[in-house]
């Protein structure tokens, strides 16, 4: 837009409108800081300025004598200018002295206007070197410097050049940079807080995702991945741990919600249902019952769904090579099992209400046997269901990938399967618990790592049943 023409709309605030829109409409379409600041940089360039820079501060210590600064956004009206206003974003900040322009717009929190000689301007704040000859060949006329400040705090600055064939930005226009100062700086200071609660949420919920057990015959590889939407963090989880008698619970389970509660409540049922399994002894049906009935006595806002299994073998049975697989559903995905020879059986059964939803209902326990080498997947239903794709064909992916990675250890089996089937990160967060039974007539394989167990459980030769 012609200057002239771009000062009649400042003036009668059509610009002002239209210019403070477009900031808002594209920095509400992110939350992520830098890629906002992307955005800034180009809806500025050649609106109010030939060029100009965006500046974030590292840390929000509004009094620290000297804050980390970083170029994080440019723009040039003219593309053969783009690699040299990048090299110029790249070398200025450690180039600066303290008495620069934007050192006093992040320090004062005040706009910085240089009305003309922008050249020597910057001459004298700019050490010898690659940012004061870029300078020269940049040769801007004027420069103005708005903070970005937003509750107290300077998040960065706007740095934005004229070329001598424009003139210096008039009052009207300073003030219009200022209001975008304060919008964009609003935005991004969203985008900050929504970044750190969601860090918050994700440090809590891989906290509670503790390394599972590894008994002697058994390897177990566990993954958790959050989704694409990072506010989606979630209920998700995994377990794997002893009973008391040496066998092995496996807990596959995800919460209804993805916030902070539903994180919290994943956390709530994770510790009660392990101190269920580990003081009753009980098996998976009993263990979804108890944990059932506590969470109507507490009155816990909690629905999930769940799946437990046990993991048991007698001495006849591991005479013989084989184990059997008990478990139990609480509306959960069903397991599934990858053979010694390649083949996959999905172990379709009956499943219970979820968690939360009718504690009276009666839970139905199954069982399967399986023989050494066999690999037991649980997994939550970000790993087969989204919104192009239903749970049955996920189903029918899953089982199709197992056969195709059959041969891969479990750690890169599991890693292919959430390479492969969500597309990358989907659009929910993903728990997996892979079991694979090594054969027992011989010492644990060095693949499964090393052997994890807590004090007082029996051996391998010493399982109920016996």
């Known amino acids: 837009m012609p200057a002239t023409r771009w000062r009649t709309l400042v003036h009668d605030g059509t610009a002002d409108r239209s210019l403070l829109s477009d900031v808002l409409a594209q920095l509400a379409q992110t939350l992520d800081a830098e890629v906002a600041v992307s955005r800034l940089a180009r809806l500025l360039v050649p609106t109010l300025a030939d060029w100009c820079l965006v500046t974030l501060v590292d840390d929000d210590e509004s009094r620290a004598p000297r804050r980390r600064l970083r170029d994080v956004g440019w723009w040039h009206h003219d593309p053969a200018r783009h690699a040299l206003v990048a090299e110029y974003a790249a070398t200025r900040i450690a180039s600066l002295a303290s008495t620069s322009m934007l050192m006093r717009a992040v320090d004062e929190g005040e706009v910085v206007h240089v009305h003309s000689d922008a050249v020597a301007a910057l001459d004298r704040v700019l050490l010898p070197g690659r940012a004061r000859d870029i300078v020269g060949q940049l040769a801007p006329s004027s420069l103005t410097v708005a903070p970005l400040q937003v509750r107290g705090r300077t998040l960065g600055a706007l740095s934005l050049f004229n ?36 860090d918050v949420a994700s440090t809590f919920q891989r906290s509670l ?7 002697d015959h058994l390897q177990v590889v566990v993954r958790y991945q959050p989704a694409a939407e990072a506010a989606r963090v979630g209920g998700d989880w995994y377990d794997a741990f002893l009973q008391p008698d040496g066998a092995t619970v496996l807990v596959i389970g995800d919460v209804v919600g993805h916030d902070i509660e539903a994180a919290a409540l994943m956390a709530q049922l994770r510790s009660m249902l392990r101190a269920v399994a580990v003081v009753t002894r009980d098996g998976p049906a009993a263990v979804l019952r108890h944990l059932d009935a506590a969470i109507r006595t507490l009155q816990l806002p909690a629905m999930a769904t769940v799946l437990v299994a046990r993991v048991e073998q007698t001495s006849a049975e591991q005479g013989v090579g084989l184990t059997r697989l ?11 099992v990858l053979e010694p020879d390649g083949s996959v059986r999905r172990l379709d059964a009956l499943t219970g209400p979820l968690l939360g939803l009718d504690p009276d209902r009666e839970r139905r326990e199954h069982e399967t046997v399986l023989t050494w080498g066999s690999t037991v997947l649980l997994y939550t239903d970000g790993l087969v269901e989204r919104r192009t794709r239903s749970l049955r064909l996920g189903l029918d992916e899953l089982r199709d990938a197992l056969v195709r990675h059959a041969a891969l250890d479990l750690d890169g089996l599991c890693d292919a399967l959430l390479a492969e089937l969500p597309g990358g990160p989907g659009e929910d967060d993903i728990a997996l618990v892979a079991v694979r039974l090594h054969p027992q007539d011989r010492p644990r394989p060095v693949e499964a790592g090393p052997r994890r167990v807590p004090p007082g459980v029996p051996g391998p030769r010493e399982l109920p049943g016996g």
């Open 163 to 198: 070329d001598d064939g424009r003139p210096a930005l008039s009052a009207a226009e300073v003030a219009l940079v200022s209001e975008v100062a304060a919008s964009a700086a609003l935005a991004l200071d969203n985008a900050r807080l929504y970044r750190q609660q969601r």
């Open 209 to 215: 995702l503790t390394e599972p057990v590894e008994p």
């Open 326 to 336: 008990r478990w139990s559903s609480a509306g959960h995905p069903p397991p599934m």
